[in-house]
Every structure is written in C-alpha cells, then in structure tokens.
Nanobody, 117 residues
C-alpha cells in the first residue's frame, strides 16, 4: 500500500558530504514515521535517524551533529543530509516507513553509500 523510492547516495571521500532522498507513494496516510536505516557488510541493519509527522527527530548517537533528517509537511518525502562521513559508514542505506494498524513496515530499495579514504 506504501511504496518508497530512494535517490542519492554514491561515492564520497572521508570527511565529505552526501544526501539521500526518499519519496513515498500510495496510501501515505498510513505512515506513522519515516526513517533511515543502514546495513554495512556483515552487520545488522541499524537505525540512523527517524522523523515523525510532528517534525520531531531521533538520531543514532554515532551520527548526532553530522547527519540531518528532514521532510516535507506530510513526511511523504524525506531527506538525509550526511556530513563529515566516515569510512565505517560505508553501507546500504534504506528508507523505512512505519505504518499504522500493525501493518508491516515499508522499505525502499536501498542506496549504496561508499566512503573512501
């Protein structure tokens, strides 16, 4: 019922910046919150940042002060601005939508972010 399409990402040197975007379509009124997760090779998927409909945000401790999650008024489109990227932040970044009524989360297709030395 909700489809997420990501854009952005790519290759950047350590200390550089990148941005990701995620656009939701379908029954977007079912969305509670939107978030970005990432999964590095051999690691579990982890929460990076989350934004709620009221604009409140939550960040993983490791990205506080460097990453910024933002969205339009409806959070149907969200963004992740990543500054001062570190080598260990190379991962596939996924957009996530937490849905109402106990429905399974929606996930984007994943965007590769590669941080090089």
């Amino acid at each position: 019922q909700v489809r997420l399409v990501e854009s952005g990402g790519g290759l950047v040197q350590a200390g550089g910046s990148l941005a990701l975007a995620c656009a939701a379509s379908g029954t977007t009124s079912m969305i509670n919150t939107m978030a970005w997760y990432r999964q590095a090779p051999g690691s579990k998927r982890e929460l990076v940042a989350r934004i709620s409909r009221d604009g409140s945000t939550h960040y993983a401790d490791s990205v506080k002060g460097r990453f910024t999650i933002s969205g339009d008024n409806t959070i149907n489109t969200i963004y992740l601005r990543m500054n001062n990227l570190k080598l260990e932040e190379t991962a596939v970044y996924y957009c996530n939508a937490d849905l109402r009524y106990g429905l399974s989360d929606a996930w984007g297709q994943g965007s590769q972010v590669t941080v090089s030395s």
